[in-house]
C-alpha cells in the first residue's frame, strides 16, 4: 500500500509545500493521532496512581530484563537508520541486512516481553488482580505496556512488508521515500517506548 | 485493474462501482445513504421518546403494539433508557458525522480544491467499510437478550458498567464506537493531507472555501482527540470483558476501585472538541452559502477562517465545564469558565461577519439560502444559551436539566441539521446531476423551522422549570405534573418535526430519478466544483485547473454585462 498511492493517485502536488510526499505528512498526522491515543492511557494511569497508595514499580517489575528490551528497541531505531543510509547509498546488502537487524530487534523485544508477561502472572501480578497490594497495579501495567506492543508487533509486520519490497527490489534505485515512512513509526514506536518505560517500571 | 496515465480506468462493475469504489464522489455518495439511514432510525427514537414525555402509560400508536407487545405499546422503562442512549449515539455518530464530514467532506474537498480525488483513495474507502461494521456492531446490540446500552450517550460509569448495565449491549456499544474511531480517524488523516498536498496550483489557505476551511479543522479535531475516547472506551471494555476495576468504585467493585470520575475527564476531553467537531462543517458550509446567495464577497473571510482556527484551538481547552458538578475543585471550575466565556469572542466575530456578509446583499431566497438563515437564527440561540451553562453559578442549577438538552439540540441538532440540509439542497444538483424541487424544498424548511423552535423551544423552558434529562415518568414528582400540557405542545412539535421530513423524503428520491437535469452551474457560483459538468466526470476534472481568486469574487466592476460572478479560475484585469 505504501508505494500504492502513486499509482492510485493522479494528484497535482503541490509544489509549495517542500518536499515531504502525502505518505509522510499522512505519517506525521497519524503519529499525532497515534500519540492521542497513548497519551488516553498514560492520563488513566496518571490519575489512578495520583489517587491511590501504589507500589513501587521498581520493586515488582524488575528493570535489569525491561532494560535490556530498551537498549535493544533503542538499537534497532539506529539500524533502522543505517538502512535508510544504506538505501540512499544504494548499498542493497547492507540496506537488506540493517532491516533485517530491525526487525529481529523487534521480534525479540516482543519475545521479552511476553516472557516478562508470564514471569510476572506468575509472581501473582495479573490483569485483575495483584496479590502484594493495588489491583490497579496490574491492570494499568498490562493495558499501557500491551498497547505498545501490539504496536511494536505492527512495526516488526510492516518492517517485513518493506523488507519484502526491498528484497523485490523495488528501493534498489535509492528512493528510499517509503522506507523513510517506516523509520517515522518505528522510531515513534520507540520513543513512546522511552516514555511507557520511565512512567512504568522507574518512577 | 488497468493503470493510464497514472490513474485507475472507471469502473465498470456493479461492485467496483458501487460498492468498493476509490471515487471519493460515490464514497461520499455511499456516507450521505448511511447517514440519512440513520438519521431516519435516530428520528423515529427521538419520536418514541417525545410520545412517553407527553403521554406518559399510553401506547404508542401504530407501531406501539408490534414494538412493544408485552407492555400493551407502552414503552417500557428500561428500552426508554436504551432509546435516549441510542438516539444520541446514532444521531451523532452515525448521523451527524457520515452526512457533514464523511458525505460532503468526501465529495466536496477534492471537488473545492481542484483534485482529482483524496490523497489515499483505498484508506478512503476502508474508512466507509468500517463504519458500516461499526453501525452492525450498534444495531446488532439491540438484539442482545438484555438490549442495548442504556448509560445514556455519555456511557459514564457506573451506569456503564456491569453493575449498571449487564449484558452484552453495552460492550457492544463500546466496541461500536472504538471501530467508528479507527474510521474516522482514518477519513481525518486523509483530509488534512490532501488539503496541504492537493490544492490546485495558485490555492492558498485563504483561497479555500470556508467549507474546506471548516472540514479541514473538524479533520484536524477528529485527528487528536478522537484516540482519547478510543482509549477510554478500551478501559471500559475491560472492565466490563475481562474483570479490570479501572472506573469501578465502591460496592461496584468487588476488588479494590478504580474512579468513575476519570471517565468522565477522559470522555469529555473528547467530547468537546467533539461538538465543535460536528458544527465546524455546518459553519463553513453557511459561511459560504450566505455570501454565495447574498451575491456579495463574504464579510471578513479570512477573520471567518482565523476564528473558526481560534474556535478549533479553545475548544480543546475547556472540557471541564462539563464537569462543574463533580466536586472539582473551585479554582479549576473558575478556570474552565473564564475559558469558556473566551470562546464567545471568536464566535461573536464569526457571527458578526454572517450578518455582515447578508447585509445589503441582493439576497436570493433558494432552498440552500433558506437553510442558511435558518442556522444563523438557531445557531445565534443555541450559542447564547451556553453562556447559562459556561457559567458555574448557573451551571450548578441547570446540570442535566432539560435546559442543557434545548441548548446541545438548538447548537448540534438543529444547527448542524439545518446546514446539513442547505448542503444538501445545494450540492445535490452537482451529485446527481438533477435539479431538487423548490416548492418543496421551501415546504420542508418551513415546517422543520417551525417544528424544531417549538421542540428545542419548549425544551428550554421545562429544563428552566427544573425538569431533569434521562427520567422515563418525570410527572411522578409534584412540581412537574404542571408540565405535562407543555410537554405535549413540544411533542406536537417534534410530531410536525417528523412529518415535515416526508417532503424533503420525496423530494429527494424524485429528484433522483425524475428531477429537473441541472446546468453545470444552477447557482451561479465561482467555486471550483462547478466550473466542471454535473455530475463530475470520473476523475472531476480534465486538467487541473489553475486558481486565480478566491472562493466569493460577487459584483466586480470589471465584469461582463449581465455576469456578476467570477470563476475561481478566472482573471480580471
Not at chain 1, 50 to 68: R, V
Request: glycine share 10%; hydrophobic share 50%; aromatic share 16%.
Amino acid at each position: 500500500m505504501a508505494s500504492g498511492y502513486k499509482l492510485l493517485n493522479p494528484n497535482h502536488v503541490d509544489p509549495q509545500f517542500g518536499k515531504a510526499s502525502p505518505g509522510k505528512i499522512a505519517m506525521w498526522i497519524f503519529l499525532v493521532t497515534d500519540a492521542m491515543s497513548f497519551s488516553g492511557f498514560l492520563i488513566a494511569y496518571a490519575v489512578l496512581r495520583s489517587s491511590k497508595t501504589w507500589p513501587t514499580p521498581a520493586d515488582h517489575l524488575g528493570i535489569a530484563l525491561s532494560g535490556f528490551a530498551t537498549f535493544l528497541l533503542i538499537c534497532s531505531s539506529v539500524s533502522m537508520v543505517l538502512a535508510i543510509d544504506a538505501c540512499r547509498l544504494k548499498r542493497r546488502e547492507k540496506m537488506l541486512q540493517w532491516l533485517l537487524v530491525t526487525i529481529i530487534g523487534g521480534a525479540i523485544f516482543l519475545c521479552i516481553q511476553v516472557y516478562e508477561y508470564q514471569h510476572l502472572v506468575h509472581l501473582g501480578l495479573s490483569l485483575q488482580e495483584f496479590i502484594n497490594g493495588q489491583n490497579l497495579f496490574g491492570s494499568t501495567f498490562y493495558m499501557v505496556t500491551g498497547f505498545h506492543g501490539l504496536h511494536v508487533l505492527t512495526g516488526v509486520i510492516y518492517l517485513i512488508c518493506e523488507y519484502k519490497n526491498a528484497y523485490e527490489g523495488k528501493y534498489d534505485n535509492g528512493n528510499y521515500g517509503n522506507l523513510e515512512v517506516l523509520g517515522l513509526f518505528w522510531h515513534f514506536v520507540d520513543l513512546v517506548w522511552i516514555l511507557v518505560f520511565t512512567f512504568i517500571y522507574l518512577l | 485493474m488497468t493503470y493510464a496515465h497514472g490513474k485507475h480506468a472507471a469502473p465498470t462493475t456493479f461492485l467496483s462501482k458501487y460498492v468498493f469504489s476509490y471515487d471519493h464522489k460515490v464514497i461520499g455518495k455511499q456516507f450521505l445513504w448511511y447517514g440519512i439511514f440513520f438519521l431516519g432510525v435516530g428520528g423515529m427514537m427521538a419520536l418514541l421518546i417525545r410520545w412517553t414525555l407527553a403521554f406518559p402509560g399510553e401506547a404508542f400508536p401504530v407501531l406501539g403494539h408490534l414494538l412493544f407487545p408485552h407492555t400493551d405499546g407502552v414503552v417500557p422503562p428500561d428500552t426508554y433508557s436504551m432509546l435516549f442512549t441510542l438516539h444520541g449515539t446514532i444521531m451523532i455518530f452515525f448521523a451527524i458525522t457520515p452526512i457533514l464530514i464523511g458525505a460532503f467532506g468526501n465529495y466536496c474537498i477534492p471537488l473545492m480544491i481542484g483534485a482529482r480525488d483524496m490523497a489515499f483513495p483505498l484508506f478512503n474507502m476502508l474508512s466507509f467499510h468500517i463504519a458500516v461494521v461499526s453501525g452492525v456492531l450498534l444495531m446488532a446490540s439491540l438484539f442482545t437478550p438484555l438490549g442495548g446500552a442504556a448509560g445514556g450517550w455519555t456511557s459514564y460509569p457506573t451506569l456503564s458498567t456491569l453493575v449498571g448495565s449487564p449484558g452484552s449491549g453495552q460492550t457492544l456499544w463500546c466496541l461500536s464506537i472504538f471501530v467508528l474511531g479507527i474510521s474516522s480517524t482514518m477519513g481525518a488523516v486523509n483530509y488534512i493531507t490532501t488539503v496541504i498536498c492537493f490544492r490546485a496550483p495558485g490555492m492558498g489557505y485563504f483561497d479555500m472555501p470556508l467549507t474546506i476551511w471548516g472540514l479541514w479543522l473538524t479533520a484536524i479535531l477528529n485527528a487528536i482527540f478522537l484516540p482519547v475516547l478510543g482509549a477510554g472506551v478500551m478501559l471500559l471494555t475491560f472492565d466490563r470483558v475481562f474483570g479490570t476495576t479501572f472506573f469501578l468504585a465502591g460496592a461496584a467493585a468487588t476488588s479494590g476501585s478504580g474512579d468513575p470520575i476519570l471517565f468522565q475527564h477522559v470522555f469529555w476531553i473528547f467530547g468537546h472538541p467533539e461538538v465543535y467537531i460536528l458544527i465546524l462543517p455546518a459553519w463553513g458550509i453557511v459561511s459560504d452559502l450566505l455570501s454565495f446567495f447574498a451575491r456579495k464577497p463574504a464579510f471578513g473571510a479570512k477573520a471567518t477562517a482565523l476564528s473558526m482556527t481560534t474556535i478549533t484551538i479553545l475548544s480543546t481547552l475547556v472540557y471541564g465545564h462539563h464537569m462543574f458538578t463533580t466536586q472539582m475543585s473551585p479554582l479549576l471550575t473558575q478556570t474552565f469558565m473564564t475559558l469558556t466565556m473566551t470562546i464567545s469572542i471568536p464566535s461573536a466575530i464569526l457571527f458578526a461577519n454572517w450578518l455582515g456578509t447578508i447585509y445589503k446583499g441582493s439576497i436570493r431566497f433558494d432552498s440552500p439560502m433558506l437553510f442558511s438563515l435558518g442556522v444563523v437564527f438557531v445557531f445565534g440561540l443555541g450559542g447564547l444559551t451556553g453562556l447559562y451553562l459556561g457559567t458555574v453559578s448557573t451551571d450548578l442549577y441547570l446540570h442535566d436539566t432539560y435546559f442543557v438538552v434545548g441548548h446541545f439540540h438548538y447548537t448540534m441538532a438543529a444547527s448542524v441539521l439545518l446546514g446539513g440540509y442547505a448542503a444538501t439542497y445545494f450540492w445535490f444538483p452537482k451529485m446527481f446531476g438533477r435539479m431538487m424541487d423548490e416548492t418543496l424544498a421551501k415546504i420542508h424548511f418551513w415546517l422543520t423551522m417551525i417544528g424544531l423552535n417549538g421542540v428545542f423551544m419548549g425544551m428550554m423552558v421545562v429544563g428552566f422549570a427544573g425538569m431533569h434529562r434521562r427520567l422515563y415518568n418525570p410527572f411522578v414528582y409534584e412540581f412537574l405534573e404542571k408540565l405535562i400540557p407543555i410537554n405535549k405542545f413540544i411533542t406536537y412539535s417534534a410530531l410536525l418535526m417528523g412529518v415535515g421530513q416526508l417532503p424533503f423524503v420525496w423530494n429527494f428520491v424524485y429528484s433522483l430519478y425524475k428531477g429537473k437535469k441541472a446546468p453545470q452551474n444552477p447557482w451561479n457560483v465561482g467555486t471550483l466544483e462547478w466550473t466542471i459538468p454535473s455530475p463530475p466526470i470520473h476523475y472531476n476534472f480534465e486538467e487541473i485547473p489553475t486558481v486565480k481568486c478566491g472562493p466569493h469574487e460577487f459584483g466586480n466592476p470589471n465584469l461582463p454585462e449581465g455576469k456578476d460572478f467570477q470563476y475561481q479560475t478566472e482573471e480580471l484585469a
